[in-house]
Structure formats: structure tokens, C-alpha cells
């Protein structure tokens, strides 16, 4: 019989969520902090990019409209700060997080004249695309990183 490491409840072995709190009970994942090494590899993911596995269904369908949000600039505080327990949340926050600073970035290139107008162009394009698929990714209950740059982990 395994204990929750959030409640303290007795669940089957071999649970992955505690039947009372819903929360992740494996022996890596006792607080917040536990939970997001399974993301990360010193703040660069080298593992799959789909971490949805990791999160109790009842986080995802509660909170997939809060985390669309977050894909949206800076509006990515309001789920922080109204669901701050959402590991789900937390999850695309980061993703978001990391999008507002490659579109910084951006801003920062274009204003090297040809070379990085055309890099900013192209970046923004590129942003755009990542923007939709952390909308769709969000909306559709998964927890995968954008190409290129989510493997990033910013928030813990």
C-alpha cells in the first residue's frame, strides 16, 4: 500500500493520482519542486516533449480555458495568480513565459537594420506558429513543449 506524500491517504500500489486530493503519489513526486525535475535536465528538456502523463485529468479539465491564457504575453499571471496550485497551469505558464521572452528577443533583433529585420520577420512568423500550437496544445488537454524553445523551464 503506497501513501499520498500531499495527504498521507493509503492508495493501491502502483497508483499513479491519490483517490482523495488527485494528486501525483509516485515516489518522485512529493512536493512541487520533485514534480518539476521530472521536467526538466538542468532547465534543458533532452527527454520527450509530451509530459501530459504527468498530470491528473481532473488539473487538465479544470483549468485548460486558464491555460490558454497563458500564451497570451503577460496575461500569463492572472492563471498563475488564480490557480497558483495547478501544476497544469504552472506547465503552460512556463511555455508561455518562455514565448514572451523569444518575442523580447525578437524585438531586441529587429532592430539591427536588414539583417535583423529579416531575422525578426521570419522569428515573428515562427513565434506566431508556436503561439497557435500552445493554444491548441492547451485547449486540447495536452502538456507538450513548443518546438525548439519549451524545453526550457523557467517557472518551478
Known amino acids: 500500500m503506497l501513501k499520498c506524500p500531499w495527504c498521507g491517504t493509503d492508495c493501491e ?17 512529493g512536493n512541487f519542486q520533485q514534480n518539476t ?11 520527450s516533449s ?3 502523463n504527468q498530470f491528473h485529468p481532473q488539473d487538465i479539465a479544470e483549468n485548460k480555458l486558464f491555460s490558454i491564457l497563458c500564451y497570451f504575453g503577460i496575461f500569463l499571471l492572472i492563471p498563475l495568480l488564480v490557480k497558483p496550485e495547478s501544476l497544469y497551469i504552472k506547465f ?4 508561455g513565459l518562455v514565448l514572451l521572452i523569444f518575442n523580447l528577443l525578437l524585438g531586441v533583433v529587429g532592430l539591427v537594420p536588414i539583417i535583423g529585420w529579416l531575422a525578426a520577420f521570419f522569428g515573428g512568423i ?23 524553445i519549451g524545453g526550457f523551464f523557467i517557472l518551478k
Open 13 to 29: 500500489d502502483g497508483s499513479k493520482f491519490c483517490n482523495a486530493c488527485g494528486k501525483p503519489i509516485n515516489n518522485t513526486q
Open 37 to 47: 525535475n521530472n521536467f526538466q535536465n538542468n532547465g534543458i528538456n533532452n527527454n
Open 92 to 95: 503552460h505558464a512556463n511555455q
Open 126 to 148: 515562427f513565434a506566431f506558429v508556436l503561439f497557435i500550437i500552445g493554444i491548441v496544445n492547451a485547449a486540447s488537454g495536452r502538456a507538450k513543449t513548443l518546438p525548439l
Open 50 to 52: 509530451d509530459y501530459t
